[in-house]
């Protein structure tokens, strides 16, 4: 069921939980949504600009951890409504929907989901979608097809073409140049690497992980003597090793304009906590790049 509390802002916070809320818990939501009030109505008239019932929203997720860590149970989504003057009020259509009242079905998806689809031409299939399989790869998978005794269904297809990319596999970077019939001794990413073993400087790790490392200076760690239990701080010098990388994606995306744009910086994050023995990240950019607009002034 869906409980509707109102805040002292105006707005409406819709709660999905699973039983019939007590009065600690309503209490103890109250206080969590900023001295909200919970309403006794199941739907609420009116016009109201929220999120899409489709996507949960980042701002939901943490809203539900936190009745996790607060001891409640049974809520699986929060999302906060607006209450507007008329279905033509102005609203992000990008991020938000209008909703011509709020009841028990705003969270309701009734899209069935497509039936499975069996590709039975695969060479005119990789051209239509633009997958850019080679024609080893097709082979390849052919031959999965007389394994399976069917056709390779599009999900399939589309997941090897993803796990077997360039992005992941490098398989042109990294692969074998034969150019006027003879093979090149090196391939453009055994070039580059060549760079680094010929003039590591103070490289430490890199072509192992998804990140590289260098040697830092000596810095000052003020931290507990005894991290696994309380204990005084202290100062002490340790040696540092350093990490800078980038992470490029193309973002804002037209699926989360705002919230999607932080998968680039948290990549590099989780690249440099994956490394090595794992690290702390200390900060995280992220730069969104246009062509130059060349203004004439």
């Not at 199941?42 to 999120?51: N, R």
């Not at 398989?171 to 055994?190: R, V």
């Not at 040696?239 to 705002?258: C, D, R, Y």
């Amino acid at each position: 069921m869906i409980r509707f509390f109102q805040t002292p802002q105006k707005s409406v916070i819709a709660t999905e939980v699973d039983h019939v809320l007590s009065e600690q818990e309503i209490k103890e939501l109250n206080w969590l949504y900023g001295e909200a009030t919970m309403l006794e109505a199941d739907q609420l008239e009116g016009y109201y600009v929220g999120p899409r019932r489709e996507m949960v929203t980042p701002w939901s997720t943490n809203a539900v951890e936190i009745t996790q860590n607060m001891g409640l149970k049974g809520i699986s989504r929060i999302e906060e409504y607006f209450a507007v003057a008329s279905k033509d009020a102005e609203h992000d259509e990008m991020l938000q929907r209008m909703y011509n009242g709020l009841n028990q079905d705003i969270f309701t998806i009734n899209i069935k989901p497509e039936p499975i689809k069996y590709v039975d031409n695969l060479e005119e299939y990789n051209e239509k979608e633009g997958l850019a399989l080679s024609p080893e790869e097709i082979q390849y998978l052919h031959g999965l097809e007389k394994q399976n005794g069917r056709p390779l269904t599009d999900s399939e297809i589309f997941g090897f073409a993803q796990i077997n990319s360039e992005h992941c596999r490098h398989k042109i970077f990294g692969g074998t140049f034969i150019i006027d019939g003879k093979e090149m001794e090196s391939s453009l990413f055994a070039m580059i690497k060549k760079t680094t073993q010929e003039n590591p400087n103070k490289i430490l790790s890199a072509y192992k992980d998804n990140v590289a490392f260098a040697q830092g200076p000596v810095v000052e760690q003020f931290a507990p003597k005894d991290q696994s239990t309380s204990d005084y701080f202290q100062i002490k010098d340790i040696e540092s090793v350093i990490s800078l990388k980038a992470e490029t994606h193309n973002f804002p995306t037209t699926v989360e304009p705002f919230n999607g744009a932080a998968t680039g910086t948290g990549g590099e994050i989780r690249d440099r906590m994956g490394g090595g023995v794992g690290s702390w990240p200390i900060a995280g950019t992220a730069v969104y790049m246009t062509a130059y607009p060349r203004l004439h002034v």
